[in-house]
């Protein structure tokens, strides 16, 4: 069946991502970026009384040049923290990887598997992990080995002969992920209407004060940002503001 189109764009309709559902974890690579994607999704969800967590591989640590990275991992898990509660998060694990270097492989599968065993959600979310983002600018390596190396993990949590070493004091393997979201990816062909929560998502993002000061971005705008990339969504699904996801599903032959 041929997708349906749009009226005011001439890519195919965002299809409704699927709420039924009640765990999620959302592993990325540095505090912040959940803010810079999705922060109001999260928002919706946990005002229909989902449990969402996050995890953060990194604590951005090298994300501010007239920062120590010692004082900025504190002072950006302490961001991080604030915003996550403006969006009904309560749980938000550091897992304190080398920020700026992360690299796709074993170490960071086993560590985002050992988050995964842990809270044992129904969804992941992570961010976009492709080469770019739509032909405006390339990604950044951290995102990309985080998003790659989830989706392994996701898998690897499930296998009880991998990473066998943590399946201990009552830890079990865990293969009830249903499915992998990666936020903003330029292969999203879903969305969910955050236009009731688009201001949460605004305010979350606020809260990054000392790193968006530290990148000399004086006169950013959070609103204005979120909103371009949010409104364009929102016309692929017929609302103001939306939030768009790739979706990879982890059953067998879907």
Not at 5 to 23: G, H, K, S, V
Not at 115 to 135: L, S
Not at 183 to 200: K, N, Q, R
Not at 207 to 227: K, S, V
Request: charged share 25%; net charge negative; aromatic share 8%.
């Amino acid at each position: 069946m041929l997708a349906r189109m749009t009226a005011t764009d001439d890519r195919p309709a965002l299809q409704p991502i699927r709420e039924d559902w009640d765990t999620a974890l959302c592993v990325v690579a540095h505090p912040d970026d959940m803010e810079f994607g999705a922060a109001a999704a999260v928002a919706r969800w946990t005002r229909q009384g989902k449990k969402i967590v996050y995890c953060m591989v990194t604590s951005g640590e090298a994300g501010i040049d007239g920062m120590h990275p010692e004082q900025c991992a504190k002072t950006r898990e302490a961001e991080q923290v604030e915003s996550a509660r403006i969006v009904g998060v309560d749980v938000v694990d550091f897992l304190r990887l080398p920020d700026g270097i992360l690299e796709y492989g074993v170490p960071l599968r086993r560590a985002i598997a050992a988050e995964v065993r842990k809270h044992r959600p129904d969804i992941v979310v992570t961010n976009n992990f492709r080469d770019g983002w739509g032909g405006r600018a390339l990604n950044q390596a951290d995102h990309i080995a985080t998003g790659k190396a989830t989706l392994d993990a996701v898998r690897d949590a499930g296998n009880r002969w991998i990473f066998a070493e943590q399946l201990v004091d009552g830890t079990e393997p865990w293969g009830g992920v249903q499915e992998v979201w990666a936020a903003g990816s330029p292969g999203a062909e879903h969305g969910v209407d955050i236009t009731d929560t688009f201001d949460l998502g605004v305010e979350s993002l606020r809260t990054h004060r000392a790193y968006i000061d530290g990148l000399g971005w004086e006169h950013f705008d959070p609103a204005e940002f979120l909103a371009e990339a949010s409104r364009q969504a929102g016309a692929r699904m017929g609302v103001t503001h939306a939030t768009m996801f790739e979706v990879f599903s982890m059953g067998w032959g879907d």
